[in-house]
């Protein structure tokens, strides 16, 4: 398996479930593809620190809510949600983290090459559901 090809998102699963904070966390981090060890180097702190805002009650400071949200992409209000964040996917779907980031970068770009990658992904798709 390529390197860029490794989902970052899989880790030793943990038996505390996550607070509502560290699940709005959690799928904003792997939407875009990035491993908490990305998350905590953007943010000055360790991985196993950016670890526990995502599994258990953390105080932070303002500036440390402010900084997550502008890494994650994500309203500073998301963070504090209640609800699950929507998840567009379908429940069996796990794209890799290289596709995320691929995805991420494509939603950026100006309409028409917006249209350009989805056609391309698109086409794709059909054929590999033909080949199936």
Known sequence: MKKDAVDKSVG???????????????????????????????????????????????????DQIESVASILDIPVKRLFDKAPPQNDLPPNSKPTVRLRKIYHQAGRLP????NRVAEVVEALVEKHAKAS
Not at 21 to 28: D, K, N, P, V
Not at 33 to 57: F, M, N
């Open 12 to 62: 030793r699963p943990s038996s505390q479930e996550r607070t509502a904070f560290g699940e709005q966390l959690y799928s904003a981090r792997t939407k875009l593809g990035l491993s908490q060890a990305e998350v905590a180097g953007k943010l000055g702190i360790t991985q196993a620190a950016y670890a526990d805002w995502e599994r258990y009650p953390v105080a932070l400071r303002p």
């Open 111 to 114: 309409n028409e090459a917006q």
